[in-house]
């Protein structure tokens, strides 16, 4: 209960802050006489000289703006990462070694990455203005008694504000008086039916959407009337605490910039240590002078550095973001697209994502039977089944009557656009009217068939709604449609085949209770003829009436939602509901869409009481979470963040940006979305489908399967001529390549054979492996083995054909021009080996490619053919011309290399080591539940 002291309080707070009065809880279960108390307001509404003085102390009605980033703060906080420090880093050695070409390209990717970014990042700063935008610009206040327009910012706890259909409310308000008032809540509750508000008080521990004598700030009326006292403003409402939630939110770092930054670290430290260790030995034990040591060193650095990997991995990322929005998969954020690849967990909001976001009347009971209703939303295609036979309108059909009731006491309108149905007023009145389509009525005759002559609007008091017709030959009928409840306890009879009987209240109670189980949203109807027609419909007037049956709505999920949840669990993605719904409606949901095989609702009242220990084992366990606030959902993020879960967030509303900012990922509805939720996002569904998710989380995982496939071909290749080198030093032999042909190797093949990589499709398995562990490792067991193996085999080879060439009498030049042609050679067979991670590479997929590894093998053979035979090349790199027979030995150790490597990865999978290898879970049998406990690093 609310101390009257508040208001002193209230005349205290500091300018630009919410009043303690504005912050209080509990408005909703207070009378309004304490209310209006409290706040020393009255129904005539504040006076402008104590409205004047209430602004002053308590500031304007806005939500606080916030201070930008400075352009140049913007654009260096795009090259604060790992990534294009390690891009910059590589820029700057090929810059120092005279490669001039590698390092404009490095720095033009650094440059378009940071553009990018400079201008998305400016994008996602109005996150917090869109929502500040949803606060209505005027509104219609009672000062001094009269009715006045002001600025929504100049509203203050106190005020009497006025609301009508249309309007946008400015304010926190408790009721005072609503006259069939009803506001769409959608964007903090997610309901898709508007709420029906009334001045009662309510449970003081009433969830949000059942707070019916509160209107929130940023809602929209759909219809009525009614009057509210301001209770909150700014930032102390229920939309300034989400923009409050948003703005302290602060963004994670996704698995891949985690992984990269170990790895960075990891190769730096790598190179650096093993470059002191040779300059080292080769100084002091091998006696060579510093600087032909340091140039020893630099030949090793150059072939050991893997400078054209960071450009590679951007341009991976960037094909993806392409694929991605060819699936209607717009990502906003460029490391964000392989986060997909590692989502365990996809949170996602009811209303609109599964669900198509219209109401549909799905089930008719009359005393006849129960007729099932086949469509979807509000398109009129569709058909009736009684006991699975069709039926239509005729003067034999059961519900004959109700539908033609529910089409006559309606005020709504259905209109196509673009090919989609939209209904133009209530929804459920939208999809009666599509339910006597689907019966065969014809709409426009029924309607002038029976003229309207008058209506008893719907009030949450009476709970109906009544309107009085007049038919063609004359009769007069009042329809009506409601609360089931309320009309059973106003009608004396019920309607049934063979005429009029007793009402069965039991009966007709448990076929409620039973659809309203099943998450159905229940209405009833009745008629009651009349021997003469009144000048003027009352409420006394439908007493007596004949009761009809009743009909059951639902918000239908999506087809492709459904098998888009199939495909998930077979992949080993959870996928959860957090919906402000109610749990019955919810779990009607999660059965249709098979979430789970036996899904378990929690409330969001239940949450409260749950704490932060025991959170995370219970969010993994539960399916659905109803009645959610957006506390709540944060909550249940960061309890599967901490599980260990890489967690999506879908959602379209307001009450889904914390949320979705704190997600691994964030996922907004590009079409219904909210501008809030698509700014605090990190992807846009362009079409508004959850099956596109399905469609970017294979992207997602084909795109680190590509980044880890560049890796396992860049990393062994590099290592391969950094050990030719290093070896050479250690044995005091004479270098097998020049630090000149290094470089042309690695320009060559890493803009070549590296990149095609990048274009790789999808495994066949892809979508039924088990996502990856938060806290993988980018370079995984068999990467690492792979590294050592094939630069081991590297150099076993280049040795070997350099003592062969200098053996057949090439010479030092000849040696090495044989020996490059031969690590080139190398790198191509490995190629087609690496393509394929997680089975054979020797199929006729695998031997004849994709068309950028045909178009990239021309390239390094015909540049390969230059460096060898032409005369400017040769004076450049000190090469000679190779024979035939040369050009066979070189491909031979080609063909022996991929021959080993096929046999070896063929031994792995014999021996079930490869799949531990690779850093993925072992395989499990049937779609999961929930995401099983995750491996170690």
Not at 69 to 78: G, H, P, W
Not at 191 to 210: F, I, N
Not at 332 to 339: D, F, I, S, Y
Not at 367 to 385: H, K, Q, V
Request: proline fraction near 6%.
């Amino acid at each position: 209960m609310t101390d009257p002291s508040q208001n002193a309080a209230s005349r205290a707070a500091p300018a630009g802050r919410p009043s303690d009065a504005t912050a209080a809880p509990g408005w909703h279960a207070q009378p309004i006489e304490q209310v209006l108390k409290a706040l020393d307001a009255s129904p005539r509404g504040l006076t402008g000289s104590d409205a004047a003085e209430r602004l002053r102390r308590q500031g304007p009605n806005r939500l606080p703006a916030v201070r930008p980033r400075s352009r140049l703060a913007r654009l260096l906080a795009q090259i604060n990462n790992v990534l294009i420090w390690l891009l910059l880093v590589s820029a700057a050695t090929a810059w120092f070694l005279g490669h001039g070409i590698d390092a404009s390209v490095i720095v033009a990717v650094v440059v378009i990455n940071a553009i990018v970014g400079y201008v998305q990042e400016g994008k996602a700063e109005e996150a917090l203005g869109a929502i500040r935008n949803l606060i209505a610009p005027r509104a219609n206040l009672l000062r001094d008694g009269h009715r006045v327009s002001v600025d929504a910012a100049g509203i203050v706890a106190g005020d009497m504000v006025v609301l009508e259909a249309g309007d946008r409310v400015p304010a926190d308000l408790r009721l005072v008086r609503a006259r069939g008032l009803a506001i769409d809540e959608s964007l903090l509750t997610g309901e898709s039916v508007p709420a029906d508000k009334h001045e009662g008080a309510v449970s003081g521990d009433a969830p949000l959407g059942d707070r019916f004598c509160m209107c929130f700030s940023g809602t929209l009326v759909t219809t009525g009337q009614g009057t509210g006292v301001v209770v909150a403003t700014g930032t102390g409402t229920e939309i300034g605490k989400i923009s409050t939630l948003l703005h302290e939110v602060q963004p994670l770092t996704t698995p891949l910039l985690r992984q990269i930054n170990r790895f960075g670290h990891w190769l730096t430290g790598i190179i650096v240590a093993i470059s002191v260790l040779v300059f080292l030995f080769a100084h002091l034990i091998r006696n060579m002078g510093w600087a032909d040591a340091l140039m020893s060193v630099v030949g090793m650095a150059v072939a050991a550095i893997p400078e054209g990997l960071p450009a590679v991995m951007t341009i991976t990322l960037a094909v993806g973001v392409q694929r991605m929005a060819r699936r209607n998969a717009i990502i906003r954020q460029l490391p964000a697209v392989e986060t997909l690849g590692a989502t365990s967990v996809i949170c996602s909001d009811k209303t609109g994502t599964l669900t198509r976001n219209e109401m549909m009347a799905a089930r008719l009971v009359t005393a006849a039977g129960r007729i099932e209703a086949s469509g979807s939303g509000y398109d009129p295609a569709g058909t009736l089944s009684l006991d699975g036979k069709t039926i239509t309108a005729d003067r034999t059909m059961p519900a004959n009557d109700l539908i033609r009731t529910g089409l006559l006491c309606n005020d709504a309108r259905l209109a196509e656009h673009d090919g989609r149905w939209q209904v133009v007023g209530d929804p459920m009145e939208g999809a009666l009217i599509a339910l006597a389509i689907k019966s065969g009525l014809d709409i426009e005759a029924a309607r002038q068939a029976w003229t309207r002559l008058d209506e008893i609007p719907f009030d949450s008091q009476h709970r109906f709604m009544a309107t009085l017709n007049r038919g063609g030959d004359g009769r007069s009928v009042i329809h009506v449609k409601g609360a089931p409840e309320k009309l059973l306890s106003l009608c004396a009879a019920e309607a049934r085949p063979e005429g009029t009987a007793a009402l069965d209240h039991e009966r007709w109670t448990r076929a409620i209770a039973q659809a309203a189980a099943e998450g159905q949203r229940v209405l009833g109807f009745a008629v009651k003829p009349l021997a003469a027609a009144p000048q003027r419909l009352a409420p006394g007037h439908v007493e007596g009436a004949l009761f009809l049956g009743i009909v059951g709505f639902i918000d239908p999920p999506r087809e492709e939602a459904i098998a888009a949840v199939a495909e998930c669990r077979s992949a080993g993605i959870a996928v959860k509901m957090i919906t402000g719904d109610h749990a019955a409606t919810a779990l009607a949901i999660a059965g249709q869409l098979r979430l789970a095989d036996k899904p378990e609702a929690l409330l969001g009242a239940e949450l409260d009481r749950v704490g932060p220990r025991e959170l995370p084992a219970l969010a993994r366990r539960a399916t659905v979470f109803a009645r959610t606030s957006p506390e709540h959902k944060l909550r249940i993020v960061q309890a599967l963040q901490s599980a260990g879960d890489v967690v999506a967030m879908t959602g379209d509303g307001v009450n889904d940006a914390p949320s979705l900012k704190q997600a691994d990922i964030g996922i907004a509805m590009g079409r219904k979305g909210t501008e809030a939720a698509k700014e605090a996002a990190e992807m846009v569904l362009a079409d508004d489908n959850f099956a596109s998710i399905v469609a970017a989380v294979r992207e997602g995982r084909t795109v680190y399967d590509n980044l880890r496939k560049v890796i396992a071909w860049t990393l062994p290749t590099n290592g391969g001529e950094a050990m030719v080198i290093v070896s050479a030093i250690l044995l005091g032999f004479s270098l097998p390549l020049t630090p000149a042909q290094v470089l042309w190797i690695n320009m060559l093949t890493a803009v070549t054979l590296g990149l095609v990589l990048a274009f790789e499709p999808a495994e066949p398995d892809i979508m039924q492996r088990p996502p990856r562990g938060r806290h993988n490792a980018l370079l995984s067991p068999f990467l690492v083995w792979r590294v050592i193996f094939v630069s081991l085999l590297f150099t076993v080879a280049s040795f070997s054909i350099f003592d062969l060439a200098i053996a057949r009498g090439l010479g030092l030049e000849g040696a090495r021009t044989m020996v490059v042609n031969t690590i080139v050679v190398l790198e191509i067979f490995y190629l087609f080996n690496v393509r394929y991670l997680t089975g054979a590479s020797i199929t006729w997929r695998g031997v004849l490619g994709t068309r950028p590894v045909l178009i990239s093998l021309a390239t390094v053979i015909a540049a390969q053919a230059a460096f060898t035979y032409l005369p400017p090349m040769q004076r450049l790199f000190s090469s000679r011309p190779l024979s035939v027979a040369d050009g066979a030995i070189v491909m031979a150790a080609g063909i022996l290399l991929m021959a080993v490597l096929e046999i070896e990865k063929a031994l792995l999978v014999r021996l079930g080591l490869f799949q531990t290898g690779l850093g993925m879970p072992p395989r499990r049998a049937g779609p999961p539940d929930g995401p099983q406990p995750e491996p170690g690093p």
